[in-house]
Protein backbone atom coordinates (compact mmCIF):
# COMPACT_ATOMS: atom_id res chain seq x y z
CA UNK A 1 0.00 0.00 0.00
CA UNK A 2 1.48 3.40 -0.70
CA UNK A 3 1.22 6.24 1.58
CA UNK A 4 -1.62 9.01 0.76
CA UNK A 5 -3.13 11.44 2.75
CA UNK A 6 -5.64 8.73 3.18
CA UNK A 7 -3.48 6.38 4.95
CA UNK A 8 -2.71 6.47 8.75
CA UNK A 9 0.49 4.12 10.36
CA UNK A 10 0.70 2.85 13.71
CA UNK A 11 3.84 2.43 14.81
CA UNK A 12 4.54 -0.17 16.84
CA UNK A 13 1.45 -2.58 17.66
CA UNK A 14 3.67 -4.89 19.73
CA UNK A 15 4.09 -1.56 22.48
CA UNK A 16 7.73 -2.66 22.66
CA UNK A 17 7.68 -6.22 23.50
CA UNK A 18 9.46 -6.93 19.91
CA UNK A 19 13.19 -5.97 19.76
CA UNK A 20 11.89 -4.33 16.41
CA UNK A 21 8.86 -2.71 15.65
CA UNK A 22 5.78 -4.03 14.19
CA UNK A 23 4.16 -1.43 12.24
CA UNK A 24 0.53 -1.35 11.35
CA UNK A 25 -0.47 1.15 8.07
CA UNK A 26 -4.58 1.43 7.51
CA UNK A 27 -6.85 3.64 5.39
CA UNK A 28 -9.78 4.22 8.18
CA UNK A 29 -10.92 3.64 11.48
CA UNK A 30 -13.44 0.67 10.28
CA UNK A 31 -10.19 -1.20 9.16
CA UNK A 32 -8.49 -0.47 12.75
CA UNK A 33 -11.83 -1.62 14.54
CA UNK A 34 -11.57 -4.99 12.43
CA UNK A 35 -8.14 -5.78 13.33
CA UNK A 36 -9.25 -5.07 17.34
CA UNK A 37 -10.52 -8.43 16.90
CA UNK A 38 -6.64 -9.77 18.11
CA UNK A 39 -7.33 -8.14 21.28
CA UNK A 40 -3.79 -8.88 22.59
CA UNK A 41 -0.08 -8.85 21.27
CA UNK A 42 2.39 -11.39 22.84
CA UNK A 43 5.84 -13.01 22.30
CA UNK A 44 5.52 -16.30 23.36
CA UNK A 45 2.43 -18.36 24.07
CA UNK A 46 0.56 -17.52 27.54
CA UNK A 47 -2.03 -18.94 29.66
CA UNK A 48 -5.05 -17.06 28.73
CA UNK A 49 -7.65 -19.21 31.30
CA UNK A 50 -7.91 -21.86 34.13
CA UNK A 51 -9.17 -24.67 31.56
CA UNK A 52 -7.17 -27.65 31.92
CA UNK A 53 -7.12 -28.03 27.96
CA UNK A 54 -4.63 -25.29 27.49
CA UNK A 55 -1.13 -26.24 27.83
CA UNK A 56 1.92 -23.66 28.82
CA UNK A 57 5.93 -23.80 28.16
CA UNK A 58 5.88 -22.87 32.01
CA UNK A 59 4.35 -26.30 32.52
CA UNK A 60 7.02 -27.95 30.79
CA UNK A 61 10.48 -28.94 31.91
CA UNK A 62 13.67 -28.64 30.22
CA UNK A 63 13.72 -30.76 27.48
CA UNK A 64 17.50 -31.71 27.91
CA UNK A 65 20.09 -29.83 30.11
CA UNK A 66 21.97 -27.86 28.56
CA UNK A 67 25.79 -27.63 27.77
CA UNK A 68 28.71 -25.86 29.72
CA UNK A 69 31.09 -24.39 26.97
CA UNK A 70 32.79 -21.33 27.58
CA UNK A 71 33.50 -20.69 24.20
CA UNK A 72 30.14 -19.66 23.09
CA UNK A 73 29.81 -23.50 21.90
CA UNK A 74 32.28 -23.43 18.69
CA UNK A 75 33.77 -26.99 20.13
CA UNK A 76 32.23 -30.09 18.68
CA UNK A 77 32.21 -31.33 22.53
CA UNK A 78 29.14 -28.92 23.20
CA UNK A 79 26.55 -30.68 24.57
CA UNK A 80 23.91 -28.76 22.93
CA UNK A 81 25.76 -29.69 19.94
CA UNK A 82 26.59 -33.26 20.06
CA UNK A 83 23.39 -34.49 21.02
CA UNK A 84 20.49 -32.76 18.82
CA UNK A 85 23.22 -31.30 16.11
CA UNK A 86 24.36 -27.48 15.38
CA UNK A 87 22.03 -25.71 11.97
CA UNK A 88 22.71 -22.25 12.25
CA UNK A 89 25.21 -19.93 10.79
CA UNK A 90 28.02 -18.21 12.56
CA UNK A 91 27.59 -15.02 10.72
CA UNK A 92 27.04 -11.89 12.65
CA UNK A 93 23.96 -11.83 14.63
CA UNK A 94 21.32 -9.91 13.20
CA UNK A 95 22.17 -11.65 9.91
CA UNK A 96 21.72 -15.27 11.77
CA UNK A 97 19.81 -17.86 10.71
CA UNK A 98 19.62 -21.78 9.12
CA UNK A 99 22.97 -22.98 7.66
CA UNK A 100 20.95 -23.53 3.81
CA UNK A 101 24.59 -25.64 3.33
CA UNK A 102 23.54 -28.73 5.17
CA UNK A 103 20.17 -30.65 5.63
CA UNK A 104 17.92 -29.12 8.35
CA UNK A 105 15.43 -30.94 10.05
CA UNK A 106 12.08 -29.67 11.35
CA UNK A 107 13.15 -29.97 15.11
CA UNK A 108 16.12 -27.51 15.69
CA UNK A 109 17.56 -27.55 19.29
CA UNK A 110 18.68 -23.99 20.71
CA UNK A 111 20.63 -23.47 23.98
CA UNK A 112 18.77 -22.33 26.89
CA UNK A 113 18.71 -21.04 29.93
CA UNK A 114 20.37 -23.96 31.92
CA UNK A 115 23.59 -23.12 29.23
CA UNK A 116 26.75 -21.71 30.39
CA UNK A 117 27.01 -20.18 27.43
CA UNK A 118 26.42 -16.52 26.85
CA UNK A 119 22.70 -15.38 26.09
CA UNK A 120 23.92 -12.91 24.13
CA UNK A 121 26.37 -13.59 22.04
CA UNK A 122 26.20 -17.84 21.78
CA UNK A 123 25.24 -18.51 17.91
CA UNK A 124 23.10 -21.30 19.10
CA UNK A 125 21.05 -18.75 19.84
CA UNK A 126 18.55 -17.36 17.32
CA UNK A 127 14.86 -17.38 17.86
CA UNK A 128 15.09 -16.28 21.42
CA UNK A 129 16.12 -13.37 20.16
CA UNK A 130 12.76 -12.23 18.94
CA UNK A 131 11.93 -10.34 15.81
CA UNK A 132 15.24 -8.87 13.87
CA UNK A 133 13.77 -7.03 10.95
CA UNK A 134 10.91 -4.38 10.78
CA UNK A 135 7.94 -5.73 9.64
CA UNK A 136 4.31 -3.85 8.65
CA UNK A 137 0.93 -5.30 8.59
CA UNK A 138 -1.66 -3.94 5.83
CA UNK A 139 -4.49 -4.74 4.21
CA UNK A 140 -4.41 -6.64 0.68
CA UNK A 141 -6.06 -6.02 -2.44
CA UNK A 142 -7.51 -8.72 -3.45
CA UNK A 143 -9.80 -10.44 -0.35
CA UNK A 144 -6.95 -12.26 1.41
CA UNK A 145 -7.50 -9.66 4.54
CA UNK A 146 -4.66 -8.78 6.51
CA UNK A 147 -0.84 -9.81 5.33
CA UNK A 148 2.62 -8.90 6.70
CA UNK A 149 5.53 -7.51 4.87
CA UNK A 150 9.18 -7.03 5.47
CA UNK A 151 10.31 -3.30 5.62
CA UNK A 152 13.74 -4.67 5.20
CA UNK A 153 15.89 -7.55 2.82
CA UNK A 154 15.63 -10.46 4.30
CA UNK A 155 18.31 -12.94 3.23
CA UNK A 156 17.57 -16.85 2.86
CA UNK A 157 18.06 -18.95 6.10
CA UNK A 158 16.85 -15.49 7.94
CA UNK A 159 14.62 -15.63 10.90
CA UNK A 160 11.88 -13.90 10.65
CA UNK A 161 8.95 -14.28 13.50
CA UNK A 162 7.40 -16.93 15.27
CA UNK A 163 3.64 -17.78 15.12
CA UNK A 164 2.41 -17.88 18.90
CA UNK A 165 -0.68 -17.88 20.31
CA UNK A 166 -2.61 -20.07 22.41
CA UNK A 167 -1.19 -24.22 22.87
CA UNK A 168 -4.39 -25.89 23.16
CA UNK A 169 -4.86 -29.35 22.93
CA UNK A 170 -6.92 -31.32 19.73
CA UNK A 171 -9.94 -32.06 21.89
CA UNK A 172 -10.07 -27.93 22.39
CA UNK A 173 -9.52 -27.66 18.79
CA UNK A 174 -12.04 -29.17 17.64
CA UNK A 175 -14.52 -27.53 20.03
CA UNK A 176 -13.50 -23.95 18.89
CA UNK A 177 -13.80 -25.26 14.96
CA UNK A 178 -17.14 -26.69 15.98
CA UNK A 179 -17.75 -23.44 17.54
CA UNK A 180 -16.19 -21.13 14.59
CA UNK A 181 -18.69 -23.19 12.28
CA UNK A 182 -21.68 -21.51 13.37
CA UNK A 183 -20.72 -18.14 13.43
CA UNK A 184 -20.84 -16.48 10.49
CA UNK A 185 -18.46 -13.43 11.57
CA UNK A 186 -15.38 -15.95 13.12
CA UNK A 187 -12.33 -16.41 11.82
CA UNK A 188 -9.44 -18.65 13.24
CA UNK A 189 -6.28 -19.73 12.18
CA UNK A 190 -5.00 -22.53 14.55
CA UNK A 191 -1.81 -24.04 13.47
CA UNK A 192 -1.44 -27.61 13.73
CA UNK A 193 1.88 -29.42 14.45
CA UNK A 194 2.75 -33.23 13.45
CA UNK A 195 5.85 -34.73 14.79
CA UNK A 196 7.01 -38.15 14.75
CA UNK A 197 9.10 -38.99 17.55
CA UNK A 198 10.19 -42.52 18.37
CA UNK A 199 7.59 -44.32 16.68
CA UNK A 200 4.86 -41.86 18.34
CA UNK A 201 3.23 -38.35 17.06
CA UNK A 202 3.33 -35.50 18.98
CA UNK A 203 1.11 -32.51 18.23
CA UNK A 204 0.73 -29.07 19.26
CA UNK A 205 -1.79 -26.54 18.49
CA UNK A 206 -1.60 -23.02 18.07
CA UNK A 207 -4.36 -20.90 18.02
CA UNK A 208 -3.87 -17.07 17.99
CA UNK A 209 -7.23 -15.95 17.79
CA UNK A 210 -7.19 -14.36 21.57
CA UNK A 211 -3.27 -13.65 21.41
CA UNK A 212 -0.75 -13.79 18.98
CA UNK A 213 1.77 -11.87 17.34
CA UNK A 214 2.73 -10.77 13.94
CA UNK A 215 3.04 -14.36 12.70
CA UNK A 216 -1.38 -14.61 12.55
CA UNK A 217 -0.63 -12.16 10.06
CA UNK A 218 1.03 -14.28 7.48
CA UNK A 219 -0.81 -15.83 4.68
CA UNK A 220 -0.98 -18.68 2.51
CA UNK A 221 0.86 -19.23 -0.59
CA UNK A 222 1.09 -22.49 -2.62
CA UNK A 223 4.74 -21.18 -3.46
CA UNK A 224 5.78 -19.17 -0.51
CA UNK A 225 9.01 -17.31 0.97
CA UNK A 226 8.70 -18.84 4.19
CA UNK A 227 9.14 -21.95 6.13
CA UNK A 228 8.08 -23.24 9.59
CA UNK A 229 10.76 -25.33 11.67
CA UNK A 230 10.35 -26.20 15.10
CA UNK A 231 12.37 -24.67 17.56
CA UNK A 232 12.57 -25.91 21.78
CA UNK A 233 14.48 -23.35 23.84
CA UNK A 234 13.45 -23.65 27.40
CA UNK A 235 10.24 -26.33 26.98
CA UNK A 236 9.01 -30.19 25.85
CA UNK A 237 6.42 -27.28 23.54
CA UNK A 238 8.04 -25.96 20.78
CA UNK A 239 8.18 -22.41 19.09
CA UNK A 240 6.91 -22.43 15.31
CA UNK A 241 9.50 -20.82 13.86
CA UNK A 242 9.13 -18.96 10.14
CA UNK A 243 12.58 -18.78 8.46
CA UNK A 244 13.15 -17.49 4.92
CA UNK A 245 13.51 -20.24 2.20
CA UNK A 246 14.89 -17.67 -0.37
CA UNK A 247 15.84 -13.92 -0.53
CA UNK A 248 12.76 -11.59 0.04
CA UNK A 249 13.10 -7.76 -0.93
CA UNK A 250 11.92 -4.92 1.19
CA UNK A 251 8.54 -4.52 0.89
CA UNK A 252 7.32 -8.02 -0.18
CA UNK A 253 5.11 -9.90 1.24
CA UNK A 254 5.70 -12.46 3.70
CA UNK A 255 3.67 -15.98 3.12
CA UNK A 256 3.94 -19.55 3.98
CA UNK A 257 2.17 -22.97 2.99
CA UNK A 258 -0.12 -23.71 5.54
CA UNK A 259 0.03 -27.58 4.35
CA UNK A 260 3.47 -27.58 5.08
CA UNK A 261 5.22 -28.19 1.70
CA UNK A 262 8.56 -26.98 1.25
CA UNK A 263 10.15 -24.68 -1.03
CA UNK A 264 10.99 -27.60 -3.54
CA UNK A 265 7.51 -29.23 -3.35
CA UNK A 266 8.34 -32.23 -0.87
CA UNK A 267 6.00 -33.03 2.21
CA UNK A 268 6.85 -31.82 6.01
CA UNK A 269 4.42 -33.80 7.90
CA UNK A 270 4.32 -31.40 10.79
CA UNK A 271 2.00 -28.42 9.79
CA UNK A 272 -1.61 -27.73 8.72
CA UNK A 273 -3.94 -25.51 9.29
CA UNK A 274 -7.40 -24.96 10.08
CA UNK A 275 -8.36 -21.93 8.53
CA UNK A 276 -11.58 -19.42 8.20
CA UNK A 277 -13.99 -21.72 6.93
CA UNK A 278 -16.58 -20.56 4.12
CA UNK A 279 -19.20 -23.50 3.21
CA UNK A 280 -18.17 -27.31 3.39
CA UNK A 281 -15.07 -28.07 5.26
CA UNK A 282 -12.21 -27.79 3.80
CA UNK A 283 -12.91 -26.53 0.63
CA UNK A 284 -12.30 -22.51 0.42
CA UNK A 285 -10.73 -20.86 -2.50
CA UNK A 286 -6.96 -20.31 -2.28
CA UNK A 287 -6.57 -16.69 -3.55
CA UNK A 288 -2.18 -16.75 -3.54
CA UNK A 289 -2.77 -16.35 -7.49
CA UNK A 290 0.67 -17.80 -7.78
CA UNK A 291 0.40 -19.86 -11.11
CA UNK A 292 1.38 -23.61 -9.60
CA UNK A 293 -1.79 -22.03 -6.79
CA UNK A 294 -3.42 -25.65 -5.69
CA UNK A 295 -6.96 -24.03 -5.77
CA UNK A 296 -8.49 -24.67 -2.10
CA UNK A 297 -6.14 -23.82 0.77
CA UNK A 298 -4.84 -26.31 2.90
CA UNK A 299 -6.75 -28.29 6.27
CA UNK A 300 -6.02 -30.74 8.60
CA UNK A 301 -9.15 -32.96 8.26
CA UNK A 302 -8.35 -34.68 11.40
CA UNK A 303 -10.60 -31.97 13.28
Partial sequence: MELTSNTFIVEDISNGLEPFPV?????DDKELEELRIHQKYTVHCVELSSEKKIVTNEE??????????TDNCISEDCGCKSTHGYFYTTQ???QRGLNVNFFVPTSIYECNS????????????????????????????????????????IFKGMFVCEYAGEIIRTEEAKRRWEEMKNDAMAQNYVLCLREHVENRILRTNIDPIHIGNAGRYINHSCAPNLQIYLVRINSLIPVAAFFAVRDIEAGEELTFDYSGFDDH???????????DIEGKKGKKKCLCGNEICRGILPFDQSL
Avoid at 23 to 27: H, K, R
Avoid at 118 to 129: A, E, F, G, K, M
Fill in 23 to 27: SLIYN
Fill in 265 to 275: GGRLENVAMVD
Fill in 92 to 94: QSH
Fill in 60 to 69: SPSYYDGCDC
Fill in 114 to 153: SCTCSPITCPNRVVQHGIKIPLRVFKTMDGRGWGLRTLRK
